[in-house]
């Protein structure tokens, strides 16, 4: 594959999937029928599939603060089309400030599916669990973190493959970091020994007007996430878009309408979220299919991206696994 396949939509069909979190599911005659408390898991999930028969490393994705998993489907499609298995709990429909309970639920969902997650899906899709991603958008991104680093709970028996944090935030500002705090502000602080991908956007430290804090706020954003991780590491910055750009074009309802006014925003979703979607892929590729062309192309043309970026950085590139 090279560049320009990673930021267009992959050539796989998908399809779409979800999975409840209840004792009972419907049958075919409209009725509940039982089922084993096992068979489904601790939240309700989103799943996004290529329908094309086949074996697929899996991205397990945590939604952003008081948002819904669904305003990530472009965003799923976009990357389950190159050959990933897109997960998507939704965690909360409200939460308060300590996300200690989001990073065990992550944690007990992803125990959960080497034994339920097969019988979900049809039989000639396989998730690979060998090659199981976590990551997540703002307080999701922090979460996603939480969990491959095994804090407020030890890190699930089924290793992550590797870590991504989309405009992960951990708290109002340093100082004022929500628990349990993620960052501790040293270099390479943070103990991961998987690969770590960090994506930023250049608007989500700045206010949107006086009324509104910083969706990103400085202190606490992708920079300092990034300055923590351990090769191998990369971090990829969008100067010209903000924290909820990364979601579909349309969000609907009370809390889907704000968010297109309280964060900065670009003049369009669209470019941002393809810029997001194409970096995880060509990350993915590297990492999880020892396939290394896209990352390195993106690392050495960042111009060809369908937004201005930053200059990119990494850890250690030269431990990129190469063909």
């Given at each position: 594959?090279?560049?320009?396949?990673?930021?267009?939509?992959?050539?796989?069909p998908t399809?779409?999937?979800?999975?409840?979190?209840?004792?009972?599911?419907?049958?075919?005659?409209?009725?509940?029928?039982?089922?084993?408390?096992?068979?489904?898991?601790?939240?309700?999930?989103?799943?996004?599939?290529?329908?094309?028969?086949?074996?697929?490393?899996?991205?397990?994705?945590?939604?952003?603060?008081?948002?819904?998993?669904?305003?990530?489907?472009?965003?799923?499609?976009?990357?389950?089309?190159?050959?990933?298995?897109?997960?998507?709990?939704?965690?909360?429909?409200?939460?308060?400030?300590?996300?200690?309970?989001?990073?065990?639920?992550?944690?007990?969902?992803?125990?959960?599916?080497?034994?339920?997650?097969?019988?979900?899906?049809?039989?000639?899709?396989?998730?690979?669990?060998?090659?199981?991603?976590?990551?997540?958008?703002?307080?999701?991104?922090?979460?996603?973190?939480?969990?491959?680093?095994?804090?407020?709970?030890?890190?699930?028996?089924?290793?992550?493959?590797?870590?991504?944090?989309?405009?992960?935030?951990?708290?109002?500002a340093a100082?004022?970091?929500?628990?349990?705090?993620?960052?501790?502000?040293?270099?390479?602080?943070?103990?991961?020994?998987?690969?770590?991908?960090?994506?930023?956007?250049?608007?989500?430290?700045?206010?949107?007007?006086?009324?509104?804090?910083?969706?990103?706020?400085?202190?606490?954003?992708?920079?300092?996430?990034?300055?923590?991780?351990?090769?191998?590491?990369?971090?990829?910055?969008?100067?010209?878009?903000?924290?909820?750009?990364?979601l579909d074009?349309?969000?609907?309802?009370?809390?889907?309408?704000?968010?297109?006014?309280?964060?900065?925003?670009?003049?369009?979703?669209?470019?941002?979220?393809?810029?997001?979607?194409?970096?995880?892929?060509?990350?993915?590729?590297?990492?999880?299919?020892?396939?290394?062309?896209?990352?390195?192309?993106?690392?050495?043309?960042?111009?060809?991206?369908?937004?201005?970026?930053?200059?990119?950085?990494?850890?250690?590139?030269?431990?990129?696994?190469?063909?």
């Amino acid at each position: 594959m090279g560049l320009e396949d990673v930021f267009k939509e992959g050539p796989l069909p998908t399809q779409t999937l979800t999975i409840p979190a209840t004792a009972t599911a419907p049958c075919c005659h409209g009725r509940a029928s039982p089922m084993e408390p096992t068979a489904l898991p601790p939240k309700p999930l989103l799943v996004i599939i290529p329908s094309q028969e086949g074996d697929y490393p899996v991205l397990f994705f945590l939604h952003g603060y008081l948002l819904l998993n669904s305003y990530y489907s472009q965003l799923f499609r976009h990357i389950a089309s190159h050959g990933y298995i897109t997960i998507a709990p939704q965690m909360y429909t409200a939460a308060g400030p300590d996300a200690t309970p989001e990073i065990r639920d992550a944690v007990a969902i992803t125990e959960w599916l080497p034994t339920g997650l097969s019988g979900r899906l049809p039989a000639h899709v396989r998730p690979d669990l060998q090659k199981v991603a976590v990551a997540g958008h703002s307080r999701g991104g922090k979460v996603a973190f939480g969990a491959a680093l095994g804090r407020a709970t030890p890190p699930p028996s089924l290793p992550y493959a590797a870590v991504v944090g989309v405009d992960p935030v951990d708290g109002m500002a340093a100082g004022r970091q929500t628990p349990p705090m993620i960052l501790g502000y040293g270099d390479h602080d943070f103990n991961n020994s998987i690969p770590a991908l960090v994506i930023g956007s250049g608007l989500g430290p700045v206010r949107r007007n006086p009324l509104f804090p910083p969706c990103a706020p400085a202190g606490v954003n992708h920079v300092d996430f990034f300055r923590e991780c351990r090769a191998p590491a990369y971090h990829f910055v969008a100067t010209e878009y903000g924290h909820q750009d990364f979601l579909d074009d349309e969000t609907g309802g009370v809390r889907g309408r704000a968010t297109y006014c309280l964060c900065k925003n670009g003049t369009a979703r669209e470019p941002m979220r393809r810029f997001a979607a194409g970096v995880i892929v060509a990350f993915l590729n590297a990492w999880l299919r020892n396939d290394s062309a896209d990352l390195q192309d993106v690392l050495a043309n960042p111009s060809r991206a369908p937004v201005k970026m930053e200059p990119p950085e990494c850890y250690f590139l030269e431990k990129v696994p190469t063909l």
